[in-house]
């Protein structure tokens, strides 16, 4: 059974700075292949993917986010730094885990949290 924990989020003002952590318990945490990955969903709009790591070390970001966010990861644990926050930003987050590859969409991971509000207002 895969569990994820998040942590972090909240409401800040325009151009701050938050971060959020996962941090995921499984058997084989520490030897399988698996990606983590960050989406966030806005009302009314659909999943969207901000950044993903995988255990191996690659990473990705959505254009939308390149250069103020960073994803980092230590085994079980991802933290998303996010910078220069704007209010397009603000949005539920969620992290998700899948094994094997890091993929693009929310329908090809299998596990999720259960969500952290980010509210930036300008």
């Known amino acids: 059974e895969v569990q994820l924990v998040e942590s972090g989020g909240g409401s800040v003002q325009s151009g701050g700075s938050l971060s959020l952590s996962c941090e995921a318990s499984f058997s084989g945490v520490y030897y399988v292949s698996n990606c983590m990955a960050w989406f966030r969903q806005a009302p009314g709009k659909k999943r969207e993917g901000v950044a993903s790591i995988h255990s191996g070390g690659f990473r990705k970001y959505a254009d939308s986010v390149k250069g103020r966010f960073t994803i980092s990861r230590d085994t079980a644990k991802v933290t998303l730094r996010m910078n220069n926050l704007e209010p397009e930003d603000t949005a539920m987050y969620y992290c998700?885990?899948?094994?094997?590859?890091?993929?693009?969409?929310?329908?090809?991971?299998?596990?999720w949290g259960q969500g952290t509000q980010v509210t930036v207002s300008s």
């Open positions: 998700a885990l899948r094994f094997g590859t890091c993929l693009d969409m929310a329908s090809q991971y299998n596990y």
